[in-house]
Nanobody, 119 residues
Framework: QVQLVESGGGLVQAGGSLRLSCAAS????????FAWYRQAPGKQRDLVAS???????NYVGSVEGRFTISRDNARNTVYLQMGSLKPEDTAIYYC?????????????WGLGTQVTVSS
């Protein structure tokens, strides 16, 4: 059974940092590509960072240079290191396995982890 469990969110002041974790099970982890998404209140869920199984990464422009996606294949875990946080980064953050073509989410969504950045 596929399960994605996000953790590490919290309340942080603007300029601060957080590291999110996503523990995956039921997925052939080392062969999979993953992405982090976020959904702010009243908005759609958007992809913010992705990493393929060769550790190639992509970021949306608004987080480029501030966020870093990484993975630990031994722990079946994907991370999102977030720095220089801004109030507009406030959202629920989710991870998912993605297709290499089109970077489409492939698995049922987890509960996500709330990130709140205060000004």
């Amino acid at each position: 059974q596929v399960q994605l469990v996000e953790s590490g969110g919290g309340l942080v002041q603007a300029g601060g940092s957080l590291r999110l974790s996503c523990a995956a099970s039921g997925i052939p982890f080392s062969f999979a590509a993953f992405a982090w998404y976020r959904q702010a209140p009243g908005k759609q869920r958007d992809l913010v960072a992705s990493m393929d199984n060769f550790n190639n990464t992509n970021y949306v422009g608004s987080v480029e240079g501030r966020f870093t996606i990484s993975r630990d294949n031994a722990r079946n875990t994907v991370y999102l290191q977030m720095g220089s946080l801004k109030p507009e980064d406030t959202a629920i953050y989710y991870c998912n396995e993605i297709s290499l073509a089109g970077r489409r989410a492939l698995r049922p969504w987890g509960l996500g982890t709330q990130v709140t950045v205060s000004s």
